[in-house]
C-alpha cells in the first residue's frame, strides 16, 4: 500500500496513544490535574474547576474518536486535537517567562512533571503530528479505511510503530525522581553539606544570608510559590508545623517576592520570608513546594525535597530524628534527616 496513507495512521494511532494516556492519568489523579490549571496560571475566563474536570474525558473521547471515526467525521475531530494542542503549545510556552520553576501534571501523575524547553519542544512536534492529521483526514484518510487495507508489510510497519510509542510512553511514566522517597538504607549515608550563599528578607525588612539565619538556630526553609495549589496546602500546615518544631527548629516559608510574602494568608506572618534573586529556588527547588533543613551549625541537615506529600514525610522525619535526640534510650532504624545540631 502506499506510503502516505500509513504514514497518516501511524499519527493517528500515536496522538490517539498520548490523549488515551494523557486523558486516564489525569482521571487517576483528579487532585494534580487541577493543581496544573493553576500552576501553569490559566487565565481566568477559563473555569478552572469545570475545565479541570471536563479535560480528561475530552482527551479520551478524542483519542477514541480518532481511532474509530470514518471519513467524514474525522476531519472535525483532527481539528478539535490540533486546536488542544495549540492550546497546550500556547500555556507551556507561556509558563516558561514565570519568574519561578513550574511543576505541572500533564500526564497526571505520571511522566515529568518539570515544565521546561522539553515540555515546549514536545508539545510543538504533537502539534505538527495534529496538523498533518488534519491534513490527511482532508484529503480522505481514515483509521478505519486505512486499517482494512493495510497488507503484511503494512502490519509489520504498524507493529513496529506502535512498538515504538509503547517504549516511549513507558519512559515518558517513569516516576519523577524530585519527589521520590529515598531507601532507608540511603538515608543513612546522607552526605552534610556547607550551607551555600543565598539572601532572604525577613518579615521586618531586614536581609541575611542562609548561614547567617541558622547560626542561632536551625531553619526549615518552605519555598513556595503564589497560585501554586499544592504551595497553598503545604503553606496552611506551617503553623502547625512551627509550633510542633519549636524551640529546635524555625519555619520559614520563601516567596519569590516582598508582595507575596506579605500578603500570604495561610500562616503567621512572621514566618514569611522573600528572596531578592530568587537563590533559595535556585539552590535547593527544582519545583514547588519545596524543603530543605538549614542546620545550625552550618551544614545542611536535611533535603532538599520537592513536593507536597514529600515535603509532610520530610517533617515527620524531622520531628521523630527530635524525637529521638531528646529520648537517648528511642530506638530508631534511622531518619531522613540528621538531627539538627
Given at each position: 500500500?502506499?506510503?502516505?496513507?500509513?504514514?497518516?495512521?501511524?499519527?493517528?494511532?500515536?496522538?490517539?496513544?498520548?490523549?488515551?494516556?494523557?486523558?486516564?492519568?489525569?482521571?487517576r489523579?483528579?487532585v494534580?490535574?487541577?493543581?496544573?490549571?493553576?500552576?501553569?496560571?490559566?487565565?481566568?475566563?477559563?473555569p478552572?474547576d469545570?475545565?479541570?474536570?471536563?479535560l480528561?474525558?475530552?482527551?479520551?473521547?478524542?483519542?477514541?474518536?480518532?481511532?474509530?471515526?470514518?471519513?467524514?467525521?474525522?476531519?472535525?475531530?483532527?481539528v478539535?486535537?490540533?486546536?488542544?494542542m495549540?492550546?497546550?503549545?500556547?500555556?507551556?510556552?507561556?509558563?516558561?517567562?514565570?519568574d519561578?520553576?513550574?511543576?505541572?501534571s500533564?500526564?497526571?501523575?505520571?511522566?515529568?512533571?518539570?515544565?521546561?524547553?522539553?515540555?515546549l519542544?514536545?508539545?510543538?512536534?504533537l502539534?505538527l503530528?495534529?496538523?498533518?492529521?488534519?491534513?490527511s483526514?482532508?484529503?480522505?484518510a481514515?483509521?478505519?479505511d486505512?486499517?482494512?487495507e493495510l497488507d503484511?508489510?503494512?502490519?509489520?510497519?504498524?507493529?513496529?510503530?506502535?512498538?515504538?510509542?509503547?517504549?516511549?510512553?513507558?519512559?515518558?511514566?517513569?516516576?519523577?525522581?524530585?519527589?521520590a522517597?529515598v531507601?532507608?538504607?540511603?538515608?543513612?549515608?546522607y552526605?552534610?553539606?556547607?550551607?551555600?550563599?543565598?539572601?532572604?528578607?525577613?518579615?521586618?525588612?531586614?536581609?541575611?544570608?542562609?548561614?547567617?539565619?541558622?547560626?542561632?538556630?536551625?531553619?526549615?526553609?518552605?519555598?513556595?510559590s503564589?497560585g501554586?495549589?499544592?504551595?497553598?496546602?503545604?503553606?496552611?500546615?506551617?503553623?502547625?508545623?512551627?509550633?510542633?518544631l519549636?524551640?529546635?527548629?524555625?519555619?520559614?516559608?520563601?516567596?519569590?517576592?516582598?508582595?507575596?510574602?506579605?500578603?500570604?494568608?495561610e500562616?503567621?506572618?512572621?514566618?514569611?520570608?522573600?528572596?531578592?534573586?530568587l537563590?533559595?529556588?535556585?539552590?535547593f527547588?527544582?519545583?514547588?513546594?519545596?524543603?530543605v533543613?538549614?542546620?545550625?551549625?552550618?551544614?545542611?541537615?536535611?533535603?532538599?525535597v520537592?513536593?507536597?506529600?514529600?515535603?509532610?514525610?520530610?517533617?515527620?522525619?524531622?520531628?521523630?530524628a527530635?524525637s529521638?535526640?531528646s529520648d537517648?534510650?528511642?530506638?530508631?532504624?534511622?531518619a531522613?534527616?540528621?538531627?539538627?545540631?
Amino acid at each position: 500500500m502506499d506510503h502516505a496513507p500509513l504514514a497518516a495512521l501511524v499519527i493517528a494511532l500515536t496522538l490517539a496513544a498520548v490523549l488515551l494516556t494523557s486523558g486516564v492519568a489525569k482521571l487517576r489523579d483528579k487532585v494534580a490535574t487541577r493543581d496544573a490549571f493553576d500552576a501553569l496560571r490559566v487565565p481566568d475566563v477559563v473555569p478552572r474547576d469545570a475545565a479541570a474536570a471536563a479535560l480528561p474525558w475530552l482527551e479520551v473521547a478524542l483519542g477514541v474518536l480518532l481511532l474509530a471515526a470514518p471519513h467524514p467525521w474525522l476531519v472535525p475531530v483532527a481539528v478539535g486535537v490540533l486546536v488542544l494542542m495549540l492550546a497546550y503549545t500556547a500555556v507551556i510556552a507561556r509558563a516558561l517567562g514565570f519568574d519561578e520553576p513550574v511543576t505541572c501534571s500533564c500526564f497526571g501523575s505520571i511522566g515529568r512533571h518539570d515544565v521546561d524547553r522539553t515540555t515546549l519542544v514536545r508539545n510543538v512536534l504533537l502539534t505538527l503530528l495534529a496538523g498533518a492529521l488534519v491534513w490527511s483526514a482532508v484529503e480522505g484518510a481514515s483509521t478505519p479505511d486505512t486499517v482494512a487495507e493495510l497488507d503484511a508489510a503494512g502490519w509489520w510497519a504498524l507493529l513496529a510503530a506502535a512498538a515504538a510509542v509503547v517504549v516511549a510512553v513507558l519512559v515518558s511514566g517513569a516516576p519523577p525522581t524530585s519527589s521520590a522517597r529515598v531507601p532507608d538504607d540511603e538515608l543513612l549515608d546522607y552526605e552534610r553539606q556547607r550551607i551555600p550563599y543565598g539572601v532572604l528578607t525577613t518579615a521586618d525588612g531586614r536581609t541575611a544570608t542562609l548561614a547567617e539565619l541558622a547560626m542561632t538556630q536551625a531553619r526549615l526553609l518552605v519555598v513556595l510559590s503564589p497560585g501554586c495549589a499544592p504551595c497553598v496546602r503545604t503553606a496552611a500546615r506551617l503553623d502547625e508545623w512551627a509550633a510542633q518544631l519549636a524551640p529546635a527548629v524555625s519555619v520559614l516559608a520563601v516567596y519569590p517576592d516582598v508582595s507575596s510574602a506579605m500578603t500570604a494568608s495561610e500562616h503567621a506572618p512572621e514566618l514569611s520570608v522573600s528572596e531578592p534573586e530568587l537563590n533559595v529556588r535556585r539552590l535547593f527547588s527544582g519545583g514547588t513546594p519545596a524543603a530543605v533543613l538549614l542546620g545550625a551549625d552550618g551544614f545542611l541537615a536535611g533535603g532538599p525535597v520537592v513536593g507536597e506529600d514529600v515535603i509532610a514525610e520530610f517533617v515527620e522525619e524531622v520531628l521523630a530524628a527530635l524525637s529521638e535526640e531528646s529520648d537517648p534510650t528511642a530506638g530508631g532504624s534511622g531518619a531522613a534527616t540528621q538531627a539538627p545540631a
